[in-house]
Structures are given as C-alpha cells and as structure tokens.
C-alpha cells in the first residue's frame, strides 16, 4: 500500500505543479488569482510532504501540519469570494478574515501542545481536522447558496472539488478518532483524490472573469449551515455506528463498515434533498435562532425616508410607489374596498382594472382577507396546492401583467390589495419576504387610512364654514325684512306722497337683488327624516327626465332589464336632479343628453352621458368631488356632485366619471341590487 500511497501523492504533486504554472502564465494580478496560486502551491506543498513521509518514514504529524495551511489557504479563499475587498490591505482588515485567522491559530497550536503534553497523543489533532473540515464545509455552504446563478455556473466546480476533499478528509478524521488510528487505506487514497479534483479546479478558474467573483452573503449564519452541522453529527455518529460493526464483525467487519457508511450517506443525502423537510427546517431555524435577511430598523427607517421623499399627487400614489420600489415592479395598483360587491381603484400606474378583473379580484380578495396571505401568482402558477381554495385565472393576470397582490390591512380591518405588475418575471417570494411586505402593507395602510381621516376632517371644517356663512347670509335677510317692515310701518301715514312712492319701489327693488343673490348662494337643503324602501328606480329618473326636459338640450331615455332595488327615493330623486340638469348645463341646446339604466348580475348600473364642454382629468381628480369647490361663480355651492358621491357610496354604491374636454362626460353610477330583507347593507338575495 505504501507504494500505491507514493504513486497518488506524487500525481498530486504532478498536476498541482503544473496548475500552478498555468495561473503564472496567464499573468492575472489580481487579488483572487493570487489567492488561488498560494492555495495551489500549498497544496502541492502538503501532497509533496505527504509523499516524502511515505519514503523517507518521519512522523505524520508534518504532513497533518501542512495539511492545516492548506485548509486554512483554501477557507480563506472562500471567504475571499464573500467580501467586496479587491486589494490584501483591506482583505487583512476584514472582520471575518481576521475571526477565522484568530480562531484556526488558536485551534492549531492548542491541538499540537496538547499533543505535545501528551505524549505525541492524535487524538486532539484528529478532532481538529474534524472541526476545520467541517467549517470549510459551512463556508463553502454559504458560498454557493448566496451566489446569484450566474456565479453559480462559475464556481460549482470548485465548490464540488473542495466539498469532496473536506467529506473525505471528515470521514477519514472521524474514523481514526473512534479507533484511535488513521486507516491508512483512506490516507493513501488522499493522493488520487487531489489529483482527481484539480480539472474542476481548473474548469471553475477559467470560468471566473478576471479573476473576481462577486458574492454578497445577506446575512452571517444561513439556514444551509445548520443543515450541514447537522450532516456532520449525523456523521460522525454513523462513522461510531461503523466501527461498532466493523469491531463486531471480524474479517466482514471492512466490508460492512463500508458499506453501512455509504448506506447512511445515502440517507442523508434523501433527507437534505426532501423539499418540504428543507422549508420547515429552513422556516423554523431561520425563524427562531438566526438573524433575519431583513434589518427591520434599517427597513422602518427607510419606509419613513421614502414617505417624506417620493413625490405623487395623492397618498395612494406614493403608497402605491413605495410598495412597487419592494419587489422592483415597474407598474403597480391600489384598490380599496367599498362592499362585498365593489372595489374602487384609487391609484393605478400601467394597470386598467375592467369589470372582469375587478370581479375576479374580488373572489381573491375575499382570499386574502381570510388567509391574511400575499399571493405569489408565478408560486400559484407553479405550486397550486401551496394556496388551499384559492382559484386564480391566470390567463387574466397574465394579461394584466399582475404578479403579486398584497392584502392591505388597518389593525384587523381589510382595506383593498395593492397590485404588482411587471414586464419580465419577478423573484419568487420567500417567507421573509413576505413578511417585510406583509409589514409594509400595514404601514402604508395606516399612511393612507390617516390621510383620508386628514381629508374628512378638513371637509367637516368645511361644512363648519358653510354653517358660519349660513349665519351671515341669516343677517342679510334679516335687513332685508327690517327694510320691507318698514316699508309696511310707513305705508298707511306716506302712501300719497310720491316721493315715498318712489323709495318703495327703490327698496322693494334692493332687497329682491339681494334676496336674489342670497338665495341663489345658499340654496337651502331641507333636512328631513327618510326612509328606504323597495323603489322602481327607472320610474323615478323618467320622473326626473318629465321634469328637466322643459328646458333644452331634451334628455333620451334607455332602460334593460328590471331595475327595482332597496333605496331612498326621496334622496336619490334629488341627487339624479342634479347630476342631469349639470349635464344639460355643461351642453348646448342642439347637444344632447342621453340617460341609460342597465341591469347587471349584482348591481344596476346608471349611466349619465352628454356632448357638453367636458372636463380634464386634473379636474376630476382634484376638484369635482371636492365640496365648496365650484365653476359657476355666485351660481352654485359646489356641494351638488359631492352630495352624489356621498349618497350613492353610503349605499355600498360607486360612481365614476370619465370626460374629455369639449367632447363631453360620462357619469357611471353602479347601484348594488338589494330587497327590503337587506339587513345592515348586506344583500340577502
């Protein structure tokens, strides 16, 4: 066997020499090259001292001490790999470079002395090897997990090489501590094996561009290293196991030894691979023992720096930008929920919500809301089964281009979805990932909730306002009765005289101007109790069309299906008025006003059109719901179309609008179908 021995280690010799010639020739002075051709000549050193101590008989433990400048040379390119550092200064100045020269230095010398003391004792060297194999097999771990595909292509040769010098240098040290002694049959095995590996070597250094590889672990400790310090107790206690039988069973103990070791490889290797074993072990480790991917202090503080910086026209926008910035999604959405039957789209940037995608979200809504789950349409399409009744129709979020929806909750209160769109596929959603999402969400449904809370607040400032001129307007029409009681008084001593006569008429004629403007500027509502009831809508607003047809442009009349629901007619009547006769104002008489009523699966949809003036998208957007804001002057309150909107959402309902200047505007109102057994806004047909 020692010939064998000399003969392997000598090969090694051999090809490392001749690796090592082809990195100086390729004149790469760069700090990963270097790194590679000091880890090549110690190699070649420690298989060179390893042949000498077959030939010339001196202790082992010289060859085991080059043995340990070659694993530490070869870890310490591999942390290398992990770090950005591209010059030997700032790579000494590394904290894990230097950790891991501390700790290997320290091992080092204390197993040697201890061995010293000892009497030349192994055993403390043994487990040394053990323990320095085993963490090359960590960071080799963490190299490659950590490393983008790309970077994976490039080094998954080296890491293969590495990884099987480490397992068979661990199983040969975790043998000889149990039996006290090395096998020398795997010892000079070492030799061919070196050999063996250097084209992957090669292969992964000529793959590696410039010399670099750029790889950026996300956290300390992953997942992957547990699961090799796992391996490597299981191991080591299959290795006892081994030598148990290999004790026991004689002549057959080699044989079954070696065969028992593969066998519980072969088990190891089945369980490391077993998908859901690695996600529970992976969640439930990564959960409760290690650092999270996610700085949730640096992430907070960059939510709130992103809140005060992206610029948008409204809160839904930036909260929308915000969330799309997360997943790096180019388009995105926020949808809120007003009914079971209806959401309203209130920010959209590259997503048009139809009524077909606005029906499907409402099915996946009701998902989300019950699960609190953020849905991964790439994983659904994928895995299915991952998302327990859940049915997506992935041919129309394609379409869209939407990838993710994520569930916006206020305390335990569903909100609406934001929408994730993007044009080439967007990484999978990990666990952590979600969660940071899930976080996210919460946040900025709080932003916007307040936001809204702001504008309700500044729109009951505004009615207290209203109420404040409805007091002054009270004093002018009090002087103006002070005026006309006068009149009255002096009429029975002055009515012969002419010039009393003519400031009458002066005054009855004043106070008819300012009652005029009075009038005109409060246009007084009269609060009265109402009540529902089950209400033929399309007979109300033919009722409304009799009404406003005496004066020009005539409004057209259309109506499908039975439009009978469970309403206030009284209030509707009113806000139907005044939707009607701004569209006739807004057209010329030779235009024209259509109104159409149409019934659908779950609402009556009222649809208000004209050929008018129009109105700009800015408009709309900014002004027309806004209460007090006004285009007619003195002629109007600005509280009209506001009153509309406030009505129709109060019953669960919608209103859109959409215009273009001097082309005309279309007022679509969606009014969900109750009976007079709807209880608390819940339709119970």
């Not at 057209?587 to 208000?608: A, L």
């Amino acid at each position: 066997m020692d010939f064998y021995g000399l003969i392997g280690f000598s090969l090694a010799v051999g090809v490392y020499t001749l690796f090592a010639l082809l990195i100086i020739a390729a004149r790469n002075y760069s700090l990963v090259a270097r790194a590679v051709l000091i880890c090549t000549l110690v190699t070649l050193s420690s298989n060179l001292i390893a042949a000498l101590q077959i030939k010339l008989g001196f202790s082992l433990q010289w060859a085991m001490l080059t043995d340990g400048f070659k694993i530490a040379c070869w870890s310490l390119l591999i942390i290398l790999f992990n770090t950005e550092h591209r010059n030997l200064k700032a790579l000494v100045g590394n904290y894990y470079v230097r950790q891991y020269i501390g700790i290997w230095s320290v091992l080092m010398v204390g197993s040697w002395l201890a061995s010293y003391w000892l009497g030349y004792a192994y055993e403390y060297i043994f487990l040394l090897f053990i323990i320095l194999n085993l963490w090359m097999l960590v960071l080799l771990e963490q190299l490659y997990r950590n490393a983008d595909l790309q970077v994976r292509w490039a080094i998954w040769p080296l890491v293969v090489a590495l990884a099987s010098v480490a397992i068979f240098d661990f199983v040969i040290y975790a043998q000889a501590t149990m039996v006290d002694g090395i096998d020398f049959n795997f010892w000079f095995s070492r030799g061919y094996l070196a050999f063996l590996v250097t084209p992957l070597l090669l292969i992964s250094i000529r793959r590696i561009k410039n010399g670099e590889v750029r790889i950026f672990v996300s956290r300390n400790v992953v997942f992957y290293s547990s699961m090799l310090m796992i391996a490597g107790a299981y191991l080591l206690l299959m290795s006892f196991a081994g030598y148990i039988i290999n004790f026991i069973g004689g002549e057959w103990g080699d044989l079954v030894s070696l065969g028992f070791l593969v066998l519980s490889g072969i088990v190891l290797v089945a369980l490391l691979i077993t998908e859901s074993l690695r996600r529970r072990v992976k969640v439930f480790i990564a959960k409760n023992f290690f650092a999270n991917k996610y700085e949730y202090r640096d992430e907070w503080l960059n939510l709130i720096e992103k809140i005060e910086t992206t610029s948008g026209a409204s809160h839904y926008q930036m909260a929308t930008q915000i969330m799309q910035s997360k997943v790096e999604a180019s388009c995105g959405a926020i949808i809120k929920k007003f009914s079971n039957q209806h959401y309203q789209l209130q920010y959209s940037h590259g997503i048009e919500i139809n009524d077909e995608l606005e029906e499907h979200l409402l099915e996946v809504g009701l998902f989300c809301h019950q699960q609190g789950w953020i849905v991964d349409v790439n994983e659904y399409e994928k895995s299915p089964l991952l998302y327990p009744d859940l049915t997506l129709n992935i041919a129309l979020l394609r379409a869209k281009k939407i990838q993710i929806i994520v569930p916006i909750f206020i305390g335990k209160a569903f909100y609406g979805l934001f929408l994730l769109a993007n044009e080439q596929e967007l990484k999978r959603l990990n666990w952590e990932d979600r969660d940071l999402l899930f976080a996210i969400s919460k946040q900025l449904g709080n932003f916007v909730s307040l936001y809204e809370a702001t504008d309700k607040l500044s729109e009951s400032k505004q009615f207290d306002a209203f109420n404040r001129m409805s007091a002054f307007l009270v004093h002018d029409l009090k002087n103006v009765q002070a005026q006309l009681a006068l009149i009255t008084a002096n009429a029975e001593k002055h009515r012969n005289n002419p010039e009393f006569i003519d400031d009458v008429f002066e005054t009855v004629e004043s106070a008819t101007q300012r009652l005029e403007k009075v009038l005109s500027q409060l246009r007084k509502k009269q609060v009265e109790q109402s009540s529902n009831s089950q209400t033929d809508i399309a007979l109300t607003i033919k009722k409304v069309i009799e009404q406003s047809n005496l004066s020009l442009p005539a409004v057209q009349f259309e109506q499908q299906g039975d439009c009978s629901t469970f309403i206030d007619n009284e209030s509707f009547h009113s806000v139907i008025h005044h939707l009607i006769q701004n569209a006739q104002e807004a057209t010329e008489s030779s235009g024209w006003v259509k109104v159409s009523i149409v019934e659908k699966q779950r609402v009556i949809r009222i649809i208000i059109e004209d050929n008018g003036c129009g109105m700009s998208e800015e408009f709309i957007k900014n002004r027309l719901f806004r209460p007090f804001d006004t285009t007619k002057g003195n002629a109007g309150m600005g509280i009209g179309v506001f009153e509309a909107k406030q009505f129709f959402e109060n019953m669960a309902g919608i209103i859109k609008v959409t215009s273009t200047p001097k082309k005309g505007t279309m007022f679509t109102i969606d009014i969900p179908k109750r009976t007079i057994g709807a209880i608390n806004g819940q339709n119970l047909l």
